[in-house]
């Protein structure tokens, strides 16, 4: 099945530093690849994700890119602040294509500090 | 509020004795799914369904666990029998398949504590 790795575990960068998680999946055929917030006590939530062969999107501070020849994607937030401290989590979908179940990495706890 | 809710948000129960969750999903949803996390881990998955079908089952559900959707739109998942190892926020999302594009979006959770 599909097997999702995510790196760093822990990171703690200074407001207004830029922040890249990056992960790995082993499925070349998934073509989906969401990344999930979540603050303490509260429910994961959709921050961006990517389809296709599109090697890159942004939204604001925040973009993923896609490197599917390596099978790895990664979020990238730009001039963080402390608000974007949280737990980030990469998924993809464990059943074929765009759909079906989620694999979720094992997340990343982000530190910004003031 | 129109996003996903779940009930309730927190149990606590003693080992051996039974849970029932509820989780109502975006009214135009027709996919549901059920995940569980534990404390520093990523969401696993548990079971989904399709309108009032449930399409897949994790090995990680046990005998123990059930989860229906009669009518297709809200669902439950009990577990019968309690175990201390069942402690966890357990998760519903929900989702609207449109060819083969689905986005989940997550409920706010309820946190089992078995004692």
Redo the contacts between chains.
């Keep these: 099945g599909e097997n999702v790795e995510?790196h760093p575990s822990t990171l703690s960068v200074q407001e207004g530093d830029s922040a890249v998680i990056k992960c790995t999946y082993s499925d070349s055929a998934s073509n989906?690849f969401?990344w999930?917030k979540q603050e303490l006590g509260?429910?994961?939530?959709?921050i961006i994700?990517i389809?296709s062969n599109v090697g890159e999107k942004k939204d604001q501070r925040i973009a993923v890119t896609l490197n599917k020849t390596a099978k790895h994607f990664s979020l990238h937030i730009t001039e963080t602040q402390p608000e974007d401290s949280a737990v980030y989590?990469c998924?993809v979908p464990?059943?074929s294509?765009?759909?079906?179940?989620?694999?979720?990495?094992?997340?990343t706890t982000l530190q910004v500090k003031p | 509020d129109t996003g996903?809710s779940q009930d309730p948000r927190h149990k606590i129960t003693k080992r051996g004795q039974n849970v029932t969750f509820r989780c109502d999903p975006i009214s135009e949803h027709n996919r549901l799914?059920w995940y569980r996390q534990t404390l520093?881990?990523?969401?696993?998955?548990l079971t989904?369904f399709q309108n009032e079908a449930q399409l897949?089952k994790?090995r990680l559900l046990s005998d123990r666990f059930s989860a229906e959707r009669p009518k297709g739109s809200f669902s439950t998942l009990e577990i019968q029998r309690t175990e201390q190892g069942d402690s966890a926020m357990y998760?519903c999302a929900s989702s609207q398949?449109q060819g083969?594009?689905?986005?989940?979006?997550?409920?706010?959770?309820t946190r089992l504590l078995v004692l």
Excluded at chain 1, 42 to 46: G, H, I, N, S, T
Excluded at chain 1, 97 to 107: D, P, S, V
Excluded at chain 2, 40 to 45: T, V, Y
């Design positions: 995510q989906y969401p999930y509260k429910r994961p939530q959709l994700d389809r989590f998924a464990g059943g294509g765009n759909t079906g179940k989620l694999i979720f990495g094992q997340g | 996903v799914y520093g881990q990523g969401p696993e998955f989904y897949e994790s998760l398949r083969y594009q689905e986005t989940q979006y997550f409920g706010p959770g």
